[in-house]
C-alpha cells in the first residue's frame, strides 16, 4: 500500500505524510474540529485520521528509565524497583481514561477529569492527545496533566523526544509540535499521593470551563513537599500556581497554610473577562478553590 | 349523551409520540430537496446604520442566483403584526445587529451562502439605543395604566409613617430569554399560478397567511398555509414566521420555483424574537402585620426595535403585576421601550413571568423587612374565592391559589427547613471563612396566570371549530391549532370523543392547513384545550347528535344513544358508530357542523380603564425550590422543585404533568443560567456552548402536585396549564439561594458572576 495516501497505520506512515504536505492536520476524535466547520471550508488543508495507528492507542505500564528512576525529595521511596511510568497513548479516549483502573486507582484526578469532559459522548470521540495539541486555555485535563508533572512524546522524522508537558503548551492555542511532528503519548510519572481537582463550569455537564485547579503533592510528618498547584481558564496557558506552591512546601498541612495559599493563589493570576466569566469571579473562585482543595486533599 | 368511561384522565399515549421517537416524523428540513432551492438572508451588523448602498455583484455570486431587497417588494414592506412598522426587509436604516436586509437564493446551501457573500452593503452608523436608562429618556412604542383606590395618597401616609403603615420599595430586573426550540425556523414556498402556498415551522398559520396577504396584496383565496411537524416553540413561533414566510414568499417568486429557508442555530439566536426584558419598580404600603394595603408599580419592558406583539405582552404583564393576591389599592404604570436589539416577541408567559418575578421577590422583601416569614405573608395576602383583583374582577369559587400555597408548603415541608436554613447561615457565615462547602436553602413563590386571551380577545374571535364526518365514518377536527409538544393533537381528539360517545380512535384531526380548516384562532395564550378544545367537543357533539336524531327519525324509534362508539337503543345494541356514520353519509346528509367559541356571557373588560374580567378563569401554581450553593464558587444547584398546580381539571394527566415540569425547568434555566449577552448591540453568546440552557444533570428533582379547582366553564372545568410554570419558579430560586447564602439577588438570572458582584457590594456596604 502506498504509504501516501489512505489511511495510515503507523506514525512513520502518518510523519510520510505530515512531511508531504507540512499543513497536514493530524485528526483522532474531531470533537473539537468539527465543531469549527473546517471541513466545510474550501481552503481546508488535508487531514489525516489517526485512529487506525494502534501504537497510539492505549494505556500500559512501562519502566522508568534508570536515569529517571528518583523520587520525588520527601516521597515514601523504594530502594529496590524503579516503579513503572503509564503510558497513555495520544489517540485514548477520555471514556478510556475514565474507568481505566490504573488511572482510578494511581491518578484519580485524571479520572475525574476524563468523566467531566463535554458529555458522556463527547468523551467517548475526545482523545487526551486531542485535548492537548487543540491548546485550548479552558482544555480540561491540561491542569491535571501539569500537577502530575506529565511528560508529552513526539515523533518526528529524526525519532522520537520527551518533553515535561510544562514546555509544551507554549502560549494562546500554541505547542511545541514542530512542523511534521506528531504528539504520540503521555507519559505519567508514579502517582503522588495526594492529588485534588476542580471544575467549575458553566453547567453541571456539556460545559466549557471558567476556572480549574488541579493538585498534586506529597506529605512527610503532618507537612506538604513538592507540591504541584495548576490552574486553567485564568491565562493564556495552563499555569503553575508558584506563589501558592511556595507557601505550601514545608509548610504544615492545616488550615493557616491553606488560607495563605489560597491568598498567594489570588495574587498571581491575571485572568480577563469574556463570554463565559468575569475576571473578578475567576480569581474569587480560584483563590476559594484552592483553599478548598487544599483543605479536603 | 354519557361520557364513556375512561377517556379522560386516561393519559392515552401521544399520536404524534412514535413518529417522533423512531424520526418517522419529517420536519421541514427532511424534505427532498429535489427542485427546491436554497434561501439565505443577509443581515445587517450594526444595531442602527443607514444604508448608504446596496449591491449585488453577480461577478461573485453563482450564475443562477437570485437576489431580493425591499425594493422588491410591490406591496407593503411590513410585518402585519398589531402594526406593520417592522420592516419585512430593511429599506434605509437598520434598527438591530441581525436585522434582515437582503434575501438570497440558490440551488444548494453552499451557492446560497456565496451568493449572500455578494451582497455589498454600505453602511453609516448612527448613535444606537441600548439600554435602560436611555430607552427611558425616548417616546415609549407603548403605554398602559391600571388604577384602583386610592393609591398615592396611602403610600405618602406610608411614607410619613402615619395610620401604622409601612413603605417598602423595591427594583427588580429580569433578562431576555432565546426559546431555543429544538428545530430551527424554517419555512418553505412555492408559487403556483399566481397562488402562493407557504409551509413550515409555525405556531399560528393564520397569521402567517394573513401577513403574508399584506405583503403581497393578494385575496383570501390567494395563499394557502400549512403547518408542518414542529420540534418546539414557546411562542418563538408566533410572530416571527410570519417574517420568513414572506423571506422564503419573495424568493420562491424570484426564482419561479420553491425556496426553503432553514436557519442555523447561530442565526437562529442572533436574528428571532426574545422574552422581553424587564424592569420593574415597587412601591408599597403594607401594616405591620403584613396586609397588603396599596402598591405601585412601574413596569418597563424592553420591546426592541419594533412594536410586534408588545402591547399585548405588556397588558398580560400589568394585569399579573400583583400576582394572585388582595391588593386593595394600586396604581400600575406599563411602558414597553424601545432599543436598536431585535424585536422582542411572545415567549412563555407573555409578560407575566416578568412582573410575577418581580411582585413574589417583592414579597420576600416585604417579609424581610417585617420579620415575616414567606409563608405566613402569603397566607395573610393571598387571594381566595370572593375576593377582588385590581381590575375589580370578583374571583369565583375555582380560585385556589391558597390550596396551592398550602399544598406546596406542606409536601415542600417549607416553613421547617427555610427556619432551619435561616438559623444555619446565621450561625456559619457560609460566605465568609466557614467551611462548609455547601449552603442548602429552600424558596417559595405563588404565581397565577389568566386563560386564554387577554380581554374580549376570544369574545371578538368567537373561534369557529368545524367537526365533519369521514368516509369511512369517523370524526375528523378541523381547526388552526398546532402542535408544538403540548399534546394538542391528542387532547382536542380526547375531548371531542368524549362529548361525542366514541372510542378516541373514532377521532381524527387534520393537519392546520388554511385551505381546509377554520380559523379557531392561534396556538397561544394557553387557549388550546380550553377554548378551541371546548369548541371542538360541542362540534363533535353535535354532529352525533344530528346523526342520531336522523336514525331516529328513520327507525321511527326514540331515546337512541351513542356510547363507546356503539349506538344503542333501549333494547341494547344496535350497531356500531361507524357504520352508522357511513348510512348517515350515504343518505346523503350534511358531513359537517361547524360551532364557535362561546366566551362567558357574563365576562365584561373596559380596555380603557382596564377595569373588569381580562380573563374567564385562573390556573395558580405555588412551588417550594431547594437549591445547594457551592459556598466557594458560588455556583447554584437546584436539588428539588415541589410544585402544586391548580389547574381546574385535569383532562390528560401526563401532558399536564409535562407541562409543569418542563415549564418549570425553563424557568429555572431564566432564573440561573441563561442570559443573552450583549455588547455595543451585538449579540456575545450566540451558541450553545455559550447560551447555557440546563441539562437533566442540572434539572432539580421534581415532584408534582395537581390541584382541581374546576370553574364554571368548558371542558369539564379546566384551565389553561401551557404558560403557568413559568410564571413562578424564578422567584423562588432567588429566594432560595437568600435563605442558603444571605444574598437577595433581584435580577435574573443569578448567575455566579451576579451573586459574586452582589456579594462585594453588600460587603462593603454599598447596598440599603
Known amino acids: ?63 522508568t528509565p534508570p536515569s529517571e528512576a528518583k523520587r520525588p525529595a520527601g516521597a515514601d521511596a523504594d530502594p529496590t524497583t524503579p516503579p513503572p511510568l503509564l503510558r497513555i497513548g495520544a489517540t485514548t479516549t477520555f471514556g478510556e481514561i475514565r474507568v481505566d483502573r490504573r488511572v482510578v486507582e494511581g491518578y484519580p484526578i485524571l479520572a475525574e477529569v476524563a468523566s467531566q469532559i463535554g458529555s458522556r459522548q463527547i468523551q467517548n470521540r475526545a482523545t487526551l492527545g486531542g485535548n492537548l495539541v487543540n491548546a485550548s486555555p479552558a482544555g480540561d485535563s491540561l491542569p491535571v496533566l501539569l500537577a502530575l508533572a506529565a511528560e508529552v512524546e513526539i515523533a518526528s522524522p529524526d525519532g522520537r523526544r520527551r518533553i515535561p508537558y510544562d514546555a509544551f503548551h507554549l502560549g494562546y492555542r500554541e505547542t511545541a509540535l514542530g512542523p511534521g511532528e506528531l504528539l504520540t503519548a503521555v507519559l505519567l510519572p508514579p502517582p503522588p499521593p495526594h492529588q485534588a481537582f476542580r471544575k467549575v463550569g458553566t453547567r453541571a455537564a456539556v460545559a466549557i470551563s471558567k476556572v480549574m485547579v488541579a493538585m498534586a503533592a506529597h506529605s512527610r510528618q503532618g507537612r506538604w513537599s513538592s507540591m504541584r498547584i495548576a490552574a486553567g481558564s485564568v491565562a493564556p496557558v495552563p499555569m503553575r500556581l508558584r506563589a501558592a506552591e511556595k507557601v505550601c512546601e514545608g509548610a504544615p498541612i492545616d488550615v493557616e497554610t491553606a488560607t495563605e495559599a489560597a491568598e498567594a493563589a489570588w495574587g498571581e493570576v491575571e485572568p480577563i473577562d469574556d463570554v463565559r466569566s468575569t475576571a473578578r469571579y475567576r480569581r474569587w473562585a480560584l483563590s476559594r478553590v484552592v483553599r478548598r482543595l487544599l483543605l479536603e486533599m | 349523551m354519557k361520557h364513556p368511561p375512561g377517556i379522560l384522565g386516561s393519559s392515552p399515549l401521544r399520536r404524534d409520540g412514535l413518529e417522533k421517537v423512531t424520526g418517522a416524523a419529517r420536519y421541514l428540513d427532511d424534505l427532498p430537496a429535489e427542485g427546491t432551492w436554497v434561501g439565505a438572508t443577509v443581515r445587517s451588523r450594526h444595531p442602527h446604520a443607514r444604508i448608504v448602498s446596496l449591491r449585488f455583484d453577480r461577478t461573485k455570486a453563482p450564475a443562477d442566483a437570485v437576489f431580493v431587497h425591499a425594493g422588491d417588494i410591490d406591496g407593503v414592506n411590513g410585518l402585519q403584526i398589531l402594526d406593520d412598522r417592522w420592516p419585512i426587509l430593511a429599506s434605509k436604516e437598520v434598527h438591530y445587529v441581525g436585522e434582515a436586509v437582503a434575501l438570497v437564493a440558490a440551488p444548494t446551501a453552499e451557492d446560497a451562502l456565496r451568493a449572500a457573500a455578494a451582497v455589498e452593503v454600505e453602511y453609516e452608523q448612527r448613535p444606537a439605543v441600548l439600554d435602560w436608562e436611555e430607552a427611558a429618556r425616548n417616546e415609549p412604542l407603548y403605554e398602559l395604566a391600571l388604577d384602583e383606590g386610592r393609591c398615592e395618597a396611602i403610600l405618602e401616609a406610608a411614607a410619613n409613617g402615619d395610620d401604622g403603615l409601612i413603605l417598602v420599595e423595591g427594583e427588580y430586573f429580569t433578562g431576555a430569554q432565546e426559546h431555543l426550540y429544538l428545530e430551527t425556523q424554517a419555512m418553505l414556498a412555492e408559487w403556483v399560478d399566481g397562488r402562493l402556498a407557504v409551509t413550515g415551522s409555525m405556531q399560528c398559520p393564520y397569521y402567517v397567511k394573513n401577513a403574508l396577504q399584506h405583503v403581497f396584496s393578494l385575496g383570501e383565496d390567494a395563499v394557502q398555509v400549512v403547518g408542518r411537524y414542529m420540534g418546539g416553540a414557546f411562542g418563538g413561533k408566533e410572530d416571527y414566521p410570519s417574517l420568513l414566510a414572506a423571506h422564503a414568499a419573495l424568493l420562491a417568486r424570484a426564482a419561479r420555483r420553491p425556496v426553503r429557508i432553514v436557519y442555523d442555530r447561530h442565526e437562529d439566536i442572533v436574528a428571532t424574537t426574545k422574552r422581553h426584558p424587564s424592569h420593574t419598580r415597587i412601591r408599597s404600603a403594607v401594616k405591620k402585620d403584613g396586609t397588603l394595603v396599596a402598591a405601585r408599580v412601574d413596569f418597563d419592558l424592553d420591546g426592541g426595535a419594533y412594536l410586534g406583539l408588545s402591547p399585548v405582552v405588556l397588558s398580560r404583564g400589568i394585569l399579573h403585576a400583583t400576582g394572585p393576591y388582595r391588593v386593595p389599592n394600586v396604581r400600575i404604570r406599563g411602558r414597553v421601550l424601545r432599543t436598536d436589539t431585535p424585536p422582542s416577541g411572545a415567549f412563555r408567559g407573555f409578560g407575566a413571568p416578568q412582573s410575577q418575578f418581580a411582585w413574589e421577590r417583592h414579597m420576600d422583601r416585604i417579609g424581610r423587612r417585617l420579620g415575616i416569614d414567606p409563608l405566613t405573608l402569603r397566607r395573610r395576602n393571598v387571594l381566595h374565592p370572593g375576593d377582588r383583583l385590581p381590575t375589580g374582577q370578583l374571583m369565583d369559587a375555582s380560585c385556589g391559589a391558597a390550596a396551592a400555597l398550602e399544598e406546596a408548603a406542606r409536601r415542600g415541608d417549607f416553613l421547617r427547613r427555610w427556619k432551619k436554613a435561616e438559623e444555619d447561615r446565621r450561625r456559619d457565615e457560609p460566605l465568609g471563612r466557614g467551611n462548609r462547602p455547601v449552603a442548602t436553602g429552600v424558596g417559595l413563590s405563588l404565581a397565577f396566570h389568566g386563560a386564554g386571551f387577554t380581554g374580549l380577545g376570544e369574545h371578538r374571535m368567537r373561534s369557529p371549530v368545524t367537526v365533519r364526518l369521514t368516509a369511512e365514518g369517523r370524526l375528523e377536527i378541523l381547526c388552526a391549532a398546532t402542535e408544538m409538544g403540548q399534546g394538542a393533537v391528542t387532547v382536542l381528539p380526547m375531548l371531542a370523543a368524549d362529548a361525542a360517545g366514541l372510542r378516541i380512535d373514532d377521532v381524527l384531526i387534520h393537519e392546520p392547513d388554511t385551505d381546509v380548516v377554520p380559523d379557531s384562532g392561534p396556538t397561544v395564550a394557553s387557549r388550546t384545550t380550553m377554548v378551541v378544545g371546548a369548541t371542538a367537543a360541542r362540534a363533535a357533539h353535535e354532529l352525533v347528535q344530528r346523526i342520531v336524531q336522523w336514525k331516529e327519525e328513520q327507525m321511527g324509534e326514540a331515546a337512541l344513544r351513542v356510547e363507546d362508539s356503539r349506538l344503542l337503543g333501549p333494547g341494547g345494541e344496535i350497531g356500531d358508530f361507524r357504520e352508522l356514520a357511513r348510512e348517515y353519509l350515504a343518505a346523503g346528509q350534511p358531513d359537517a357542523v361547524t360551532v364557535h367559541n362561546e366566551p362567558p356571557p357574563w365576562q365584561r373588560f373596559d380596555e380603557d380603564s382596564y377595569h373588569g374580567s381580562a380573563y374567564p378563569t385562573y390556573s395558580y401554581q405555588a412551588q417550594v425550590i431547594e437549591v445547594e450553593v457551592d459556598t466557594d464558587t458560588l455556583q447554584v444547584r437546584p436539588t428539588r422543585a415541589v410544585a402544586a398546580a391548580e389547574v381546574g381539571k385535569v383532562l390528560h394527566e401526563v401532558q399536564c404533568r409535562g407541562q409543569v415540569e418542563g415549564g418549570l425547568l425553563q424557568a429555572v434555566g431564566w432564573a440561573l443560567w441563561e442570559e443573552m449577552k450583549r455588547k455595543d448591540g451585538q449579540l456575545l453568546n450566540d451558541r450553545m456552548t455559550t447560551y447555557i440552557v440546563p441539562t437533566f444533570l442540572d434539572a432539580p428533582e421534581m415532584e408534582v402536585h395537581l390541584i382541581e379547582e374546576p370553574w364554571e366553564g368548558p371542558p369539564h372545568g379546566a384551565k389553561g396549564v401551557g404558560e403557568l410554570p413559568m410564571d413562578g419558579p424564578a422567584s423562588a430560586v432567588c429566594a432560595a439561594i437568600e435563605n442558603a447564602v444571605g444574598i437577595a439577588l433581584d435580577s435574573i438570572p443569578a448567575t455566579p458572576e451576579r451573586l459574586l458582584d452582589h456579594h462585594i457590594e453588600a460587603a462593603q456596604g454599598g447596598r440599603r
Do not use: F
Open chain 1, 1 to 63: 500500500m502506498n504509504p501516501a495516501s489512505g489511511l495510515p497505520r503507523t506514525v512513520d506512515e502518518a510523519l510520510l505524510r505530515l512531511q508531504e504536505r507540512p499543513d497536514t492536520v493530524a485528526l483522532a476524535g474531531c470533537t473539537d474540529w468539527m465543531v469549527r466547520d473546517r471541513l466545510a471550508r474550501a481552503d481546508a488543508p488535508p487531514v489525516i485520521d489517526l485512529l487506525a495507528i494502534e501504537e497510539l492507542h492505549g494505556i500500559e505500564e512501562i519502566a
